[in-house]
Each structure stands twice: as C-alpha cells, then as structure tokens.
C-alpha cells in the first residue's frame, strides 16, 4: 500500500529556510514519479517540484525555481529544501507520487498525481 507522510512545515519569517520530507513506504522510489505539490488558501493547488525516473532529472515550476531544492537521501525520503521564503509561499505543501516514469513532470503538475500524502502547513510571516 502506497504512503506518503509530510512533516517539516511550520512558522518561519521571511527570507528564512525550511526543511520538508517526505518518507515514503509501500513502494519503490526508483521506479515512481514523485512530486511537490502546494495549495496557498483561497487558491488552487498548484506543482512545485518533480523528478522522474525517465530521466532523474529534477523540474521546478518558475515561482519556486531557484529557491527551492528536492532531493532523497535513500530509497524512502524525499526531501524539499525550501530557503528564502517569501509570505506568498505560504500554503499546505504535498509529496505526491504515480507509478513510473510514464508522463513528463509537466503533465503531473497539469492532472495530478496518483497518491498524495495528508499535507504540512508551512506559513511564512514575520
């Protein structure tokens, strides 16, 4: 059974850093797309990050390009390192993942994902 459990969020200033992860359990990082997703209040939910297996390459949406970085240290945690917060990345951020490396980061971000984890609100204000 597929499972994706956030944990990181919290309160923090602008301009400072945050941490995200992901761990993951049920199946196979190596051989799943997996994703950042966020939803702001009032707003749709919107993709961040994605790499896929198809070519391990990792994308990133302009609002966060630059500032944010995922990456994985083993076979089950993802993480979304997130520096130079601004209050309008506040929102509830999701890992989310499907299997394979079937379609590009850009369709995931379009359509979704397949599995989504419960979300961690981060909230950036001073």
């Known amino acids: 059974q597929v499972q994706l459990v956030e944990s990181g969020g919290g309160l923090v200033q602008p301009g400072g850093s945050l941490r995200l992860s992901c761990a993951a359990s049920?199946?196979?990082?190596?051989?799943?797309?997996i994703g950042w997703f966020r939803q702001a209040p009032g707003k749709e939910r919107e993709g961040i990050s994605c790499v896929s297996p198809r070519d391990g390459i990792t994308y990133y949406t302009v609002p966060v390009n630059g500032r944010f970085t995922m990456s994985r240290d083993d076979a089950k945690t993802v993480y979304l390192q997130m520096n130079s917060l601004k209050p309008e990345d506040t929102a509830v951020y999701y890992c989310?993942?499907?299997?394979?490396?079937?379609?590009?980061?850009?369709?995931?971000?379009?359509?979704?994902?397949?599995?989504w984890g419960k979300g961690t609100l981060v909230t950036v204000s001073s």
């Open positions: 989310a993942t499907s299997p394979g490396p079937y379609y590009s980061c850009d369709y995931y971000f379009t359509f979704g994902m397949d599995y």
């Open positions: 049920g199946f196979t990082l190596d051989y799943y797309t």
